[in-house]
């Protein structure tokens, strides 16, 4: 089991920025990608970024050279700087943890959902 815990959410004026921050405890060295997601109200959870074990990261077109996704110390704590937010990220932000585990011959896998943090940017 994983165990996912956002923080770092708020109220803060376009153009400001803010850090979340994701915690996660348990079984973390089976996590092979975390992800940050959002979901607007009335819209679908989209994906806004996600970085992989190997480092490799991706950020939607939407946020990519605003936000920028991390990690410290392994997968202890995944972190999403936002810069120059606008309303439109006005959103819950959820982070998400793919884990795999088991022999080749069995392998197990699951995904992880934290409670979720509030941005809301005001115009």
């Known amino acids: 089991q994983v165990q996912l815990a956002e923080s770092g959410g708020g109220l803060v004026q376009s153009g400001g920025s803010l850090r979340l921050s994701c915690a996660a405890s348990?079984?973390?060295?089976?996590?092979?990608?975390v992800g940050w997601y959002r979901q607007a109200p009335g819209k679908q959870r989209e994906l806004v970024a996600v970085?992989?074990?190997?480092?490799?990261?991706n950020h939607a077109d939407s946020v990519r050279g605003r936000f920028t996704i991390s990690r410290e110390n392994g997968w202890r704590t995944v972190y999403l700087q936002m810069n120059s937010l606008k309303p439109e990220d006005t959103a819950v932000y959820y982070c998400?943890?793919?884990?795999?585990?088991?022999?080749?011959?069995?392998?197990?896998?699951?995904?992880?959902w934290g409670q979720g943090t509030q941005v809301t940017v005001s115009s």
């Open positions: 970085i992989t074990s190997g480092g490799t990261t």
């Open positions: 998400n943890a793919f884990s795999r585990w088991g022999p080749v011959e069995r392998t197990y896998e699951a995904e992880y």
């Open positions: 348990g079984r973390i060295s089976s996590i092979e990608r």
